[in-house]
């Protein structure tokens, strides 16, 4: 993430100007202080007016959110966020807006209203906090739980095939999409900046612990001895290499992705598949790096901006057409449009 | 030439009646503009099939156009009609119990062959164009496609294209019988085929055949004059209730100062208001076709935090998916106007019918106490007046408003005395400013002295403040589960609805003594037909009173000394006697419920029967 811009703007708020009098009231250990310290660090660092600035959530541990920034926000109903958000950015592009949701806000009661947020592009940024569990509720298997996952709702084991939210975001026709984790500050800071710059709808899923209802869910991706194999983190025009020392790579085999080793002298960097973020058959492929990490020959789960090609926002679209009707028609006159095409008179 | 004159009339109803793609809806509103500009008083109804298009030729795919129109007042598309025309026998066999005895039938011959009877379940034998069962009325039967092909002949045109065109030959007759011009149709043909001259030209001579024929073919035996309505004096367009509704929202929009955002999904019969809306760019008006209903909401919630006068319609289905956002206007305090255009349910129900049966779910359909304005428009014209209001109340008391229409007034037609933007009352709008900071904060829930408190919008510094559904602690908003706190906030929203009632009109008599044996109370659409049926019974010596109520919620100040100067209340609905329950409960009045719930407005001989049932 060597290529993040700082900006040049002087930091017109601080972090600290962002805390509210609220007390923050996650449970103690939660991954939510973590990413909530985060985006406090980077709000600032944007070049934003602080009036500027709106969070909107939905329901869920993650939306209470906005009650500690000290910004405009709106604590909404459950899956809404989203939608919500479509309707101020549209009307107000001028600010920018921030959606906090969960895994179940914005993929189980609101996932038609995230699809759909994507394909439109509007230049939202979406913290998606992903437990995989139902933490408000105290339990209950979510839509990213994995397969077999004992909660409160199921006892024997979850029957549901999870979602893959990237994959289902590039499904959806998302024009940014990454992952990062709350146990990694420096690569969610990073992350948080990227997908902030970012002109349209940013897809940011983010790895958060629940230590009370399924602890230490992601820790095979920040653990010492477990990190290094599971995960790998993406750069842009970088080859794909992770693992003890770095070494291991994934190179394409006959169009598909293979896991090589380095240190056999077989294969080297320059065999490797490089990371190009503007590619959306490569972000699709990457997308698909999802297999449990128990099982044998995995791929590593990938960190950092899987894609991220920018297109018309929404926005963008709907006030050109404004301006274009109103060049082409001239501005709207009300008398002229309540008297209509045919009109009559009864005189006295 | 038919040599005879012209019969003078005061009133006719014209029920143009065939299959769903023979575009019946077309030459009924074409018909409804020619009579306007013949400066008739008229109401319209359009009685369509739910489906597009219905097997041809079959009873559920019979479309209907009724028209009533006069040199008198007319507040009703009539009950029975005077003139049936029917393009095949299913329309035929539909419609014979709508039309008068004598009335005069114009059919035609082509839609009563062997495929047509049997399409509509008739026996060959049974043909009512070739045995006596028309008897009774005048029937006049004409080969129209056959003429239609006739005179396209040279066109060109295949026969399925030509045979398109006839619907514009009963148009071109009916423009002769009843002495309306046919430049209007003309132009408006043109506007529509302006890509497609070998179709325009088709269409034009069609309608110019059936005018015509009326005038050469002395088969039709009367023709008839129907002078220019008294009305009040002024300048005149016709509209629905759809299209006044969204010509309302747009007022709204320019007279506040307030971009218009429409939030909607497409539904049956509230549509076309987004179809209108739609085509008002240049007003800036943000029409968002959600991706479901409860986005369509939410997004017009999003855009009403943001400043705009956020919007969002449905029917029926689709207001049961916005209650719960509803919940959140009302616990966000944020203007929002929902139009509910209803139709008859339960569930799908009957799209395309009306019915008045969503006045409780306005009322009390959201979990919690979550009370909001309610406005109900009682004809078309009234639906630009009515949402005018309706949006105005939501901006000026900071507060979700439902705006009840329905099927019948949405799609109905009549001539309205619009008014200027001038005369359109101002909008009164509660901005938060840096004045309202105190103690170096802004206090999203501190109230003004109607209990309406301010909209601070983002982009505004010094007022940054978090809203939510959660419940909020009086004043500053901040999330409070404290029981006392709970009941006194439940307390101020509804007393700041109630609050309402001082500002909004007290309740008029529409017509009839101020006090007396029986008082009409109508809501909604049932207006005209009320209006009509005190009429008639004044007529026969019977005076009863009728009054109309738009503000559903809170009610004017005054209604209860209303209702106690009668000695009876009749209460007309098309549902199972909601307003009746309310009105019931509220004034603990033994009011007389009269309901009907066929997805067909009242006719005025019902509500004449019935108050001769109960005097």
Known sequence: ?348 | MTTKERINIDDVVIRFAGDSGDGIQLIGTEFTNATALSQNDLGTFPDFPAEIRAPAGTLAGVSGYQIHFGSNEIHTPGDLCDVLVVMNAAALKKNLSNLKKPGIIIANEDGFDAKNLRLAGIADEENPIKNNSLDGYKVYIIPITKITRESLKASGLGTKEMDRSKNMFILGLICWMYQRPLAPSIEETKRRFAKNPAVLEANLKVLNAGFNYGETAEIIEEKFKVAPAKMKPGVYRGITGNAATALGLVAASVKSGLPLFYGSYPITPASDILHELAKQKNFGVITFQAEDEIAAISSAIGASYGGSLGVTASSGPGIDLKSEAMGLAVMLELPLVIINVQRAGPSTGMPTKTEQADLLLSFYGRHGEAPMPILAANSPTDCFDTIYEAARLAVEFMTPVTFLSDGYIANGAEPWRFPQTADLKGFKINLATSKDISDNKYYPYMRDERLVRTWALPGTPGLENRIGGIEKEDITGNISYDPKNHEKMVHIRAQKIANIADFIPLQALDSGPEKGKVLILGWGSTYGTIKTACQELKKEGIEVSHAHLKYMNPMPKNLGEILSSFDKVLIPEMNMGQLLMLIRAKFMIPAIGYSKVRGLPFSTHDIVDKVKEIL
Not at chain 1, 206 to 217: E, L, M, R
Request: net charge negative.
């Open chain 1, 1 to 348: 993430m060597e290529n993040i811009q700082e900006t040049e703007h002087i930091e017109a708020f601080t972090s600290k100007d962002l805390e509210t009098d609220q007390e923050v009231r996650w449970c103690p250990g939660c991954g939510d202080y973590s990413i909530l310290k985060q985006v406090q660090t980077v709000v600032p660092k944007l070049g934003l007016k602080r009036e500027n600035i709106v969070f909107i959530s939905g329901i869920g541990c993650s939306s209470r959110f906005p009650y500690y920034m000290e910004t405009y926000g709106m604590h909404s109903i459950h899956g809404r966020a989203t939608a919500i958000a479509s309707g101020l950015k549209i009307s107000r592009p001028e600010l920018s807006v921030w959606i906090v949701t969960g895994d179940g806000d914005a993929l189980s009661i609101g996932g038609n209203h995230f699809i759909h947020l994507l394909r439109r592009n509007p230049d939202v940024n979406i913290l998606l906090f992903n437990n995989q569990i139902y933490g408000l509720t105290k339990g209950q298997y979510s839509p990213t739980s994995v397969e077999g996952q004992v909660t409160k709702s199921s006892p024997l084991g979850v029957l549901d095939h999870p979602f893959n939210p990237l994959a289902l975001s590039l499904g959806a026709e998302a024009s940014f999409v990454a992952r990062t984790m709350d146990r990694d500050p420096k690569h969610l800071q990073a992350t948080l900046h990227r997908a902030a710059a970012f002109k349209g709808a940013s897809m940011l899923e983010i790895y958060q612990n629940c230590n009370v209802f399924n602890d230490g869910a992601f820790f095979i991706y920040t653990d010492k001895e477990t990190k290094a194999a599971s995960a790998i983190f993406v750069e842009e025009g970088k080859p794909l290499v992770f693992g003890e020392n770095q070494n291991k790579g994934i190179r394409f085999n006959n169009g598909k992705p293979e896991i090589v080793d380095l240190t056999e002298g077989k294969f080297g960097i320059s065999d490797l598949w490089v990371h190009d973020e503007q590619d959306p058959y490569k972000a699709n492929l990457l997308s698909r790096f999802y297999d449990h990490p128990s099982e044998p020959g995995h791929f590593p789960r990938p960190f950092g901006v899987i894609y991220a090609k920018e297109r018309r926002t929404y926005e963008n679209i709907v006030h050109d057409q404004l301006d274009f009707a109103k060049e082409k028609m001239g501005l709207g006159d009300l008398d002229a449009l309540i008297k209509g095409k045919q009109t009559w008179e009864i005189a006295d």
